[in-house]
């Protein structure tokens, strides 16, 4: 009888992991994996499902390994149904991986006695190793990219380099693995950021650009737009319009493989890189949404979290796609390093001059393995060092006046986004 | 904040509120072609200055036209249009149904008073507390995106009642309050404790408050709450002036002046000159 691995995440908006399905993907490339092991991917609502019904699930399913993707958002229910789970079947091996434990994996597993492993960077590899080594292929010793427990002890192994060459990961859609659904279908075509910016672990952490294959992202797409009910998808990119020659190529593909006039929504760009070919490019892929910056307009700011923003570029941006139908989304984050009260409500104030259609802000999130996280002191950042990792204050923005701006963004969101 | 190209309707209104700035001895309505024009015209600084558009009066919902008004705002390619309003018509349902469906999705309710006693004294209409809190209700409770904010007039006959008021909008969760002085013959002395415990009870509860026609001097640390400061506009039909002492204040630029009327009745005193502020350097960046 094969043995059990659980890969659970807990997503908001009826989304699922994408990163589950990289793993099961890499795994079932083992055919001694796929004879011995059944991998079964659950994707729990964050929002509405009781803890109680996920370790139901888990107790029925009897697995020997539960892996977790884990963020920020999600972590506490993690740590919830591990313990449970853990006091109930003690045999059951917990694997957490993500962003949310991976850059702190030893002070997890040391405030969290019932984690076993806690794998560091990206998983594909690292977890198809921990597989083999819980079928007596390998040892915990040899893994790179792990932290874990063993007899009482927490040993951290050394990092892993992230995958040099992206076409060894098989794609989890074309595989059979994950079914598109509409509107919360993601396509990855790369991993990594060229920007470096101090609040998100993208750039630091993922530094180099690398891509998937062209002809698998082709047959990806094509997969995705001609699958039942498909009306809208996603790219995950962390910029969609990072270079002209791959975006006019990634356009053709798009509106090549659309039949049914499915929509491209909510993709990330740099809306100081739009000019009039990207404008036609994007309505050639049938984009009608995009999300950008700048998270912050005042100079200091910028600077002290490393962000790229050109003032002009930037408007002349968002201006184009809007005049051409295209639904601007811009981002502003409260309570960045640098700023302060008037200053956030001057990012406001800036960025609503512009018209985008919409207006979206978020609290400063100090995540590990950001910059911002590992040099918070000289920043004099205070933070809450439990998830979701909120601001509590900086020099320019005590907690009391970070609270009212967060009152305040709420009500302008509320008036901005009718 | 936004900013609201604000389109007079004309004086008519089902209140008579005491107070009231914009009661007139002679009470009309602008036809309904001078109001589409008003809409349809560019200023000077171009249209494009304005996130939206703002009908006021008088009570714009008495007018019949107000569905066609409010559509022709649309038309002319305003997103947001918002309605300053008494309130009292939206006790219909299929009053805020239409309205909503016209394309008005904003909405700024007049309240005075957190019972009949107090909002029908101001308003001198019997029964329209009652209107103005189901209007409120209705609007709140409608399923429809949108956005309200409660618009308190603070007076001598309910300041007392300022935090009350605030309670009750609270309590139909608002999306923004707004407390308006209109009445300069009322002592700061006694109102500001009023304002700043609604001011604290409004953001314990998680609700944006911003107050009008309140200077720097008076709101020492909860200056964010100054509207004036984020629209840079002053709508009370008052002559202002400076005290003596304001030359010394370092806020002074930003500051529109005290109403000579209030000065008449209380002379200077509840007026200091800020000599240190934290928030000047801000305000520099804001007004830049």
Request: charged fraction near 25%.
């Given at each position: 009888?094969?043995?059990?691995?659980?890969?659970?995440?807990?997503?908001?908006?009826?989304?699922?992991?994408?990163?589950l399905?990289?793993?099961?993907?890499?795994?079932?490339?083992?055919?001694?994996?796929?004879?011995?092991?059944?991998?079964?991917?659950?994707?729990?609502?964050?929002?509405?499902?009781?803890?109680?019904?996920?370790?139901?699930?888990?107790?029925?399913?009897?697995?020997?390994?539960?892996?977790?993707?884990?963020?920020?958002?999600?972590?506490?229910?993690v740590?919830?149904?591990?313990?449970?789970?853990?006091?109930?079947?003690?045999?059951?091996?917990?694997?957490?991986?993500?962003?949310?434990?991976?850059?702190?994996?030893?002070?997890?597993?040391?405030?969290?006695?019932?984690?076993?492993?806690?794998?560091k960077?990206?998983?594909?590899v690292?977890?198809?190793?921990?597989i083999?080594?819980?079928?007596?292929?390998?040892?915990?010793?040899?893994?790179?990219?792990?932290s874990?427990?063993?007899?009482?002890?927490?040993?951290?192994?050394?990092?892993?380099?992230?995958?040099?060459?992206?076409?060894?990961?098989?794609?989890?859609?074309?595989?059979?693995?994950?079914?598109?659904?509409?509107?919360?279908?993601?396509?990855?075509?790369?991993?990594?950021?060229?920007?470096?910016?101090?609040?998100?672990?993208?750039?630091?952490?993922?530094?180099?650009?690398r891509?998937?294959?062209d002809?698998?992202?082709?047959?990806?797409?094509?997969?995705v737009?001609?699958?039942?009910?498909?009306?809208?998808?996603?790219?995950?990119?962390?910029?969609?319009?990072?270079?002209?020659?791959?975006?006019?190529?990634?356009?053709e593909?798009?509106?090549?493989?659309?039949r049914?006039?499915?929509?491209?929504?909510?993709?990330?760009?740099?809306a100081?890189?739009?000019?009039?070919?990207?404008?036609?490019?994007?309505?050639?892929?049938?984009?009608?949404s995009?999300?950008?910056?700048?998270q912050?307009?005042?100079?200091?700011?910028?600077?002290?979290?490393?962000r790229?923003?050109?003032?002009?570029?930037?408007?002349?941006?968002?201006?184009l796609l809007?005049?051409n139908g295209?639904?601007?989304?811009?981002?502003?984050?409260?309570g960045?390093?640098?700023?302060?009260?008037?200053?956030?409500?001057?990012?406001?104030?800036?960025?609503?001059?512009?018209?985008?259609?919409?207006?979206?802000?978020?609290?400063?999130?100090?995540?590990?393995?950001?910059?911002?996280?590992?040099?918070?002191?000289?920043?004099?950042?205070?933070?809450?060092?439990?998830?979701?990792?909120?601001?509590?204050?900086?020099?320019?923005?005590?907690?009391?006046?970070?609270?009212?701006?967060?009152?305040?963004?709420?009500?302008?969101?509320?008036?901005?986004?009718? | 904040?936004?900013?609201?190209?604000?389109?007079?309707?004309?004086?008519?209104?089902?209140?008579?509120?005491?107070?009231?700035?914009?009661?007139?001895?002679?009470?009309?309505?602008?036809?309904?072609?001078?109001?589409?024009?008003?809409?349809?015209?560019?200023?000077?600084?171009?249209?494009?200055?304005?996130?939206?558009?703002?009908?006021?009066?008088?009570?714009?919902?008495?007018?019949?036209?107000i569905?066609?008004?409010?559509?022709?705002?649309?038309?002319?390619g305003?997103?947001?249009?918002?309605?300053?309003?008494?309130?009292?018509l939206?006790?219909?349902?299929?009053?805020?149904?239409?309205?909503?469906?016209?394309g008005?999705?904003?909405?700024?309710?007049?309240?005075?008073?957190?019972?009949?006693?107090?909002?029908?004294?101001?308003?001198?209409?019997?029964?329209?507390?009652?209107?103005?809190?189901?209007?409120?209700?209705?609007?709140?409770?409608?399923?429809?995106?949108?956005?309200?904010?409660?618009?308190?007039?603070v007076?001598?006959d309910?300041?007392?009642?300022?935090?009350?008021?605030?309670?009750?909008?609270?309590?139909?969760?608002?999306?923004?309050?707004?407390?308006?002085?209109?009445?300069?013959?009322?002592?700061?002395?006694?109102l500001?404790?009023?304002?700043?415990?609604?001011?604290?009870?409004?953001?314990?509860?998680?609700i944006w408050?911003?107050?009008?026609?309140?200077?720097?001097?008076?709101?020492?640390?909860?200056?964010?709450?100054?509207?004036?400061?984020?629209?840079?506009?002053?709508?009370?039909?008052?002559?202002?002036?400076?005290?003596?002492?304001?030359?010394?204040?370092?806020?002074?630029?930003?500051?529109?002046?005290?109403?000579?009327?209030?000065?008449?009745i209380?002379?200077?005193?509840?007026?200091?000159?800020?000599?240190?502020?934290n928030?000047?350097?801000?305000?520099?960046?804001?007004?830049?």
């Amino acid at each position: 009888m094969p043995k059990k691995i659980l890969l659970i995440s807990f997503n908001w908006a009826n989304h699922f992991s994408l990163a589950l399905g990289y793993l099961k993907a890499y795994a079932l490339k083992s055919r001694y994996v796929r004879d011995n092991i059944d991998i079964e991917i659950v994707d729990f609502d964050a929002e509405y499902l009781d803890i109680q019904q996920v370790i139901y699930y888990i107790i029925q399913s009897r697995p020997q390994i539960i892996g977790f993707s884990c963020y920020c958002w999600n972590i506490n229910k993690v740590l919830d149904v591990s313990r449970i789970v853990k006091t109930i079947l003690p045999e059951i091996k917990i694997v957490l991986g993500g962003p949310e434990v991976g850059p702190v994996s030893v002070k997890y597993l040391k405030e969290n006695h019932y984690i076993d492993i806690i794998v560091k960077g990206e998983g594909e590899v690292t977890f198809f190793e921990i597989i083999e080594s819980f079928l007596g292929m390998g040892r915990l010793e040899g893994i790179k990219g792990i932290s874990y427990r063993k007899n009482g002890n927490i040993f951290d192994n050394e990092d892993r380099e992230p995958i040099a060459d992206l076409s060894e990961i098989p794609s989890p859609y074309l595989e059979g693995i994950l079914k598109p659904r509409d509107k919360v279908t993601y396509i990855e075509t790369y991993r990594g950021c060229i920007f470096r910016c101090y609040y998100c672990f993208e750039g630091k952490n993922l530094s180099s650009l690398r891509f998937f294959p062209d002809e698998r992202v082709k047959k990806e797409i094509e997969y995705v737009l001609n699958y039942p009910g498909i009306k809208s998808f996603h790219f995950v990119d962390t910029i969609f319009n990072l270079k002209k020659d791959r975006l006019r190529w990634l356009c053709e593909v798009i509106s090549s493989a659309n039949r049914y006039n499915t929509e491209l929504r909510t993709v990330e760009i740099i809306a100081e890189f739009v000019d009039e070919e990207t404008v036609d490019l994007f309505k050639k892929a049938n984009i009608k949404s995009v999300e950008t910056g700048p998270q912050t307009v005042n100079e200091d700011t910028l600077r002290n979290v490393n962000r790229f923003y050109k003032e002009e570029k930037f408007k002349n941006g968002v201006r184009l796609l809007e005049d051409n139908g295209i639904e601007v989304t811009c981002d502003l984050i409260i309570g960045l390093p640098g700023d302060s009260f008037f200053k956030f409500y001057k990012s406001i104030r800036k960025i609503m001059d512009l018209k985008p259609t919409n207006l979206v802000f978020s609290i400063l999130h100090v995540l590990p393995g950001t910059v911002l996280y590992e040099r918070s002191d000289e920043f004099k950042l205070r933070f809450d060092d439990k998830a979701p990792h909120l601001v509590l204050g900086t020099p320019d923005f005590p907690y009391e006046d970070i609270d009212k701006a967060v009152v305040m963004a709420y009500s302008i969101d509320k008036e901005y986004n009718i | 904040m936004l900013r609201y190209k604000r389109i007079y309707i004309g004086s008519r209104c089902d209140n008579n509120c005491k107070y009231c700035n914009y009661k007139v001895s002679n009470i009309t309505w602008l036809d309904t072609q001078s109001v589409i024009e008003s809409i349809n015209e560019r200023d000077s600084l171009g249209d494009s200055v304005y996130d939206g558009i703002l009908l006021y009066g008088g009570e714009p919902i008495l007018r019949n036209d107000i569905l066609q008004l409010v559509k022709e705002a649309r038309v002319a390619g305003y997103k947001r249009v918002k309605i300053l309003t008494n309130g009292r018509l939206l006790s219909y349902q299929e009053m805020v149904e239409q309205i909503v469906n016209a394309g008005c999705l904003l909405f700024e309710v007049k309240i005075f008073g957190s019972n009949p006693d107090i909002h029908d004294k101001i308003t001198q209409v019997s029964n329209s507390f009652i209107e103005t809190v189901k209007g409120l209700r209705n609007l709140c409770e409608n399923q429809r995106k949108k956005f309200v904010c409660a618009r308190i007039q603070v007076n001598r006959d309910n300041f007392m009642d300022l935090e009350n008021i605030v309670a009750l909008v609270i309590d139909m969760m608002v999306d923004r309050i707004i407390i308006s002085l209109n009445d300069y013959e009322l002592s700061l002395r006694v109102l500001l404790p009023h304002i700043k415990n609604s001011i604290n009870i409004s953001i314990l509860n998680r609700i944006w408050i911003l107050t009008e026609g309140l200077r720097f001097c008076n709101m020492g640390g909860f200056e964010k709450h100054i509207s004036e400061l984020y629209s840079g506009e002053h709508f009370n039909n008052e002559e202002f002036v400076y005290a003596p002492g304001c030359n010394d204040c370092v806020l002074k630029h930003y500051c529109p002046g005290i109403s000579s009327k209030y000065i008449s009745i209380y002379g200077y005193d509840d007026f200091k000159a800020v000599n240190e502020s934290n928030i000047l350097d801000d305000l520099k960046v804001l007004n830049a």
